[in-house]
């Protein structure tokens, strides 16, 4: 089972922190569908050092979405350590994460992120700091290199252990990749025979199928599964069955999805006001409509809707003109 200090997770499955998508709202909604470890979207600790009220927001934990971790970044390691100590103390969070994968230029000009992955020493200072002043485990989530001449995975992953990191969640891809190509998961088999502390894989997990073959052929102590799960947390409860019973369990249909995503819009309505809750929902919205029938024709009225009642509504009647049966037969 996989284990982060003294946080134990019921399965090995993790939603991974993704930016401008993991608030509580989608985080709690996929607690519920199962995940072992819920991980929240990067904040900013010069955001967090300067109180500034959009980004302390951010850091808003649910309990029912625990254990969580909370992923900050940034350059500068007084500021890191700052932001590190801020959020030991005045949050819910179980795991403090470090972010060094952000491949976007915005956040690497800035020394952050993806940048620390041509530095093992400066991530074995970072980390050494952070873990010197807070008590919760601290963990790093990187990518396996900056370019393909710049693969250093192993020493870094190495760094974070040294320093005293408790885990690294590896993407198998370098941040000149940004998201094209394909995952190298041999990195990953050889970051986890390297170290002693967990690895968590990331990277091309798109189904329960995917997510059993990453942990058998990296050996990896967890599985991170990021972008197929938005408008879809049934694969993250899918993925938990498979690796457990070996059932591939079915698609939901289209009424169980629209459900669910209305559930989620009133829970951003809850964080937020409805304007900029239902504004935030379009994106998730056209997910979760992705393998429902006759989708097309309500994905561009989507962006004109301004209120709650405008998407129930929405959304609503175009389940009443699909069939009520799942998207695809159960497989035993």
Known sequence: MLKIGNIEMKNPVVLAPMAGVCNSAFRLTVKEFGAGLVCAEMVSDKGIVFKNEKTLN????DEREKPLSLQIFGGGKESLVEAAKFVDENTN???IDINMGCPVPKITKCDA????LLDPDKIYEMVAAVVDAVDK???VKMRMGWDEDHIY???NARAVQRA?????SMHGRTRVQMYEGKANWDIIREVKQSVDIPIIGNGDVQTPQDAKRMLEETGCDGVMIGRAALGDPWMIYRTIKYLETGELMGEPSAREKIDVCLLHLDRLIGLKSEHI????MRKHAAWYLKGIHGNAKVRNAINECNTREDLALLLNGLVEEVEEKPLSTQVG
Do not use: C
């Not at 005293?164 to 690294?168: L, P, S, T």
């Not at 809750?277 to 935030?280: L, S």
């Open 58 to 61: 951010m850091l808003y934990i």
């Open 93 to 95: 969070a179980d795991i």
């Open 153 to 155: 995975a192993v020493r």
């Open 164 to 168: 005293g990191g408790q885990a690294v």
């Open 137 to 139: 485990p601290v963990t």
């Open 113 to 116: 992120g993806a940048k620390w």
């Open 277 to 280: 809750a239902v504004r935030e």
